[in-house]
């Protein structure tokens, strides 16, 4: 079934058959204090905003079986996929690998590396876990997506101009239509947000589109 979905710098129609919604990075790392996030200096909850826009969405895609795909940034615990020019930066004792108050800071397996409640993963969701700031950079992101002939993405998650850029940026030369919902995104800095989503749309969609939540979830039940 194919909608048209009301974007920047045009409208777009997608075919939902061969649609995934992927959500990037949710994670408490990201999200809650004590994690990456904060560890790096930031405002956690900056990124809070992002969450019920894309439940809401979430909630949609589940409905209407749409493929669902998160991703989840981290290394594992031997740290042996952290290139030391990643894990050297930050504030000592605050890096990656450091012990934290929701576990090892963004350690795959650490109560800080899972995702968000409200956006917890259900079965038949694939979960991709990536070591780089793009989904597709040392994953199985590429044949997860090519097993399900998916041709565009609907992408949520944080931060915007960060591994939701990155990724976007990766999906775009691999082939995909990539319509970011700007609302179920969100960035620890809101001039990058709002910049990060701008360099997606111009120049006629260089990367891509930019929608809302709401956007997409009228366009769905038309
Ligand atoms: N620091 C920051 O804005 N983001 C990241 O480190 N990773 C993601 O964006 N997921």
């Known amino acids: ?19 995934a919604l992927i959500i990037i990075d ?16 930031n405002d ?9 826009p894309c439940r809401q969405v979430l909630a949609a895609a589940r409905e209407a079986g749409l493929f669902v795909i998160h991703t989840r940034e981290g290394h594992r615990p031997d740290m042996a996929d952290a290139p030391p020019s990643k894990s ?21 397996g650490e109560p800080g590396h899972d995702i968000i409640p409200e956006l917890y993963p259900i079965a038949g969701e ?17 044949l997860i997506l090519a097993n399900r002939s998916i041709e565009n993405l609907l992408v ?23 319509i970011v919902l700007a609302d179920c ?6 001039e990058f947000h709002t910049a990060g989503l701008a360099m997606i749309k111009a120049q ?3 990367f891509g589109w930019v929608s809302g939540s709401k956007e997409l979830l009228t366009a769905m039940k038309a």
């Open 126 to 142: 694939p979960v991709v876990d990536k070591p780089g700031k793009g989904a597709f950079y040392a994953t199985n992101l590429s």
């Open 44 to 52: 956690v909850s900056l990124l809070k905003a992002a969450v019920e």
């Open 1 to 19: 079934m194919v909608i048209q979905i009301p974007a920047e710098p045009a409208p777009v129609g997608i075919d939902l058959g061969r649609t």
């Open 185 to 190: 995104c969100g960035s620890y800095f809101p």
């Open 204 to 206: 006629g969609g260089i």
């Open 156 to 178: 949520c998650g944080v931060t915007t101009e960060v591994c939701v850029n990155t990724t976007v940026r990766e999906a775009n030369d691999r082939g995909f239509r990539c």
């Open 26 to 41: 949710m994670q408490r790392d990201f999200l809650e204090p004590g994690g990456f996030g904060e560890a790096l200096g």
């Open 88 to 108: 050297e930066r930050g504030i000592p004792s605050k890096r990656i690998g450091d012990p934290g108050p929701m576990g090892r800071i963004l350690i795959q």
